[in-house]
């Protein structure tokens, strides 16, 4: 079974500075899908950016990027030149090639930009 | 109507009434899901429908009734529920299950049971 954790449950940054958010999961299967999916408070969860395992290349989008470690089994989000609307929950998921359809997600990191 | 509906937003309900919650999808995608987010656990996926079949039921007990009568609409029937139920009822839907792609949220129903 997979397991994916998020060990930071509660991470602060300045607006317009730079976090870091970490996740790590445990998996056997050689193809998958990891994914980072944002909770803005009392709205709908979307996609942040989402990384395919056979890809040696970070995604990025925007001010997103990802650092995927696939023999570390790490892939953490940077949220650069952090904003207001940023502040949300973030889950780290995963999503394997041989169960596709079924995620698993982390228990989430709670982000708050300060003004 | 665009993404992810869901109906009701809000619902109270005893232990034993029964209710139902409702996810339609303007998408045109082919999967759909439910999943329960609770304060104390990570998000649970409960089940999954491929073109208005069920493929996964993830252990949900049978207090917990799904409908999926086309790709677009999903239906979440309840009944005696009990108190730890109580949670944010998010429905999602996807191109296709089994393939890795995006999921697209509706904003949920959050439900306490009294």
């Known amino acids: 079974a997979q397991t994916v954790t998020q060990s930071q449950p509660e991470m602060s940054v300045q607006e317009a500075e730079t976090v870091t958010l970490s996740c790590t999961y445990d998996?056997?299967?050689?193809?998958?899908?990891l994914f980072w999916y944002k909770q803005p408070p009392s709205r709908q969860m979307i996609l942040v950016i989402r990384?395919?395992?056979?890809?040696?290349q970070n995604a990025t989008e925007n001010r997103f990027s990802v650092n995927f470690q696939k023999a570390a089994k790490s892939f953490s989000l940077k949220i650069s030149d952090s904003q207001l609307g940023d502040t949300a929950m973030y889950f780290c998921?995963?999503?394997?090639?041989?169960?596709?359809?079924?995620?698993?997600f982390g228990d989430g990191t709670t982000l708050t930009v300060k003004p | 109507e665009t993404g992810v509906t869901q109906t009701p937003r809000h619902l109270v309900m005893g232990m034993t009434n029964k209710k139902s919650l409702k996810c339609e999808q303007h998408l045109g995608h082919n999967a759909m899901y439910w999943y329960k987010q609770s304060a104390k656990k990570p998000l649970e996926l409960m089940f999954v429908?491929?073109?208005?079949?069920?493929?996964e039921n993830n252990s949900v007990p049978s207090r917990f009734s799904p409908e999926c009568p086309n790709s677009s609409h999903l239906f979440l029937h309840l009944h005696t529920l009990q108190p730890e139920d109580s949670a944010l009822y998010l429905c999602a839907s996807s191109q296709v299950a089994h393939t890795a792609g995006e999921q697209f949220f509706g904003p949920g129903t959050r439900l306490t049971v009294l």
């Open positions: 429908y491929n073109f208005k079949e069920q493929t």
């Open positions: 998921a995963f999503m394997g090639d041989t169960n596709a359809g079924k995620s698993t």
């Open positions: 998996t056997s299967e050689n193809n998958y899908y």
């Open positions: 990384q395919e395992a056979y890809k040696q």
